[in-house]
């Protein structure tokens, strides 16, 4: 008998965003303890902030953590899917931003 049911797996799918693509928040996200150099409770993203996806990882070999650039708060944050929304589609090689993390330039 497993602990998680089947539609718990979500890194079963491909991901959700990409790197280079714009998102915004669709909920206020505060610090639980694992922000460094932030208070515990302290807000870290605000419901329609928008910024950058980074990267793509996991979490416990099951959730999806979209490392989020909030470019105006200059922080980056991990995220999961149901608290970011697209704002555009990227394509690899095109955007602004996925030229810059390519080539680690900095803005």
Do not use: H
């Not at 909920?27 to 870290?44: A, C, F, M, S, W």
């Amino acid at each position: 008998m497993g602990l998680l049911r089947e539609q718990e797996v979500e890194i079963r799918e491909r991901p959700r965003f990409r790197p280079g693509e714009r998102v915004r928040a669709t909920r206020q996200v505060r610090n639980d303890g694992t922000y460094p150099g932030k208070d515990i409770g302290e807000n870290l993203v605000r419901k329609g902030d928008e910024g950058f996806v980074r990267d793509v990882g996991t979490f416990l070999q099951q959730f999806y953590i979209y490392a989020v650039e909030w470019v105006d708060r200059g922080t980056i944050v991990g995220m999961r899917a149901y608290e970011i929304t697209s704002l555009e589609v990227a394509t690899p090689g095109t955007s602004e931003i996925a030229t810059c993390l390519k080539e680690g330039i900095a803005r």
